[in-house]
């Protein structure tokens, strides 16, 4: 079956960086789409950042500028980048992956079990 495995995830200070990790693996080739997710309590899970297979990214409003998302095709692996981070980026991150397994007619969404990342003084 497919999994993604992220890593990464931790306390940074504000104004600290912090990058995280995802890999996907399974019977797989390149995945079409890789990304970020995350959400905070009370908050609704929201979209941080996405590469597609043409190296395309699209970022949410409230990152763009301080975050990097890449991947690395030859090891099905996403990362983000994370600059000047501040308090209200604290939240469980979620790695998402868009992929046609091998055997599969279709593309499926997949998703990670989520790494906490705190920023605070």
């Known amino acids: 079956q497919v999994q993604l495995v992220e890593s990464g995830g931790g306390l940074v200070q504000p104004g600290g960086s912090l990058r995280v990790s995802c890999v996907a693996s399974g019977n797989i080739f390149n995945p079409y789409s890789m990304g970020w997710f995350r959400q905070a309590p009370g908050k609704e899970r929201e979209r941080v950042a996405l590469?597609?297979?043409?190296?395309?990214?699209n970022y949410g409003d409230s990152v763009k500028g301080r975050f990097t998302i890449s991947r690395d095709n030859a090891k099905n692996t996403v990362y983000l980048q994370m600059n000047s981070l501040k308090p209200e980026d604290t939240g469980v991150y979620y790695c998402?992956?868009?992929?046609?397994?091998?055997?599969?007619?279709?593309?499926?969404?997949?998703w990670g079990q989520g790494t906490q990342v705190t920023v605070s003084s």
């Open positions: 998402y992956a868009l992929i046609r397994a091998l055997g599969e007619s279709s593309s499926y969404d997949y």
């Open positions: 590469i597609r297979n043409d190296g395309s990214t």
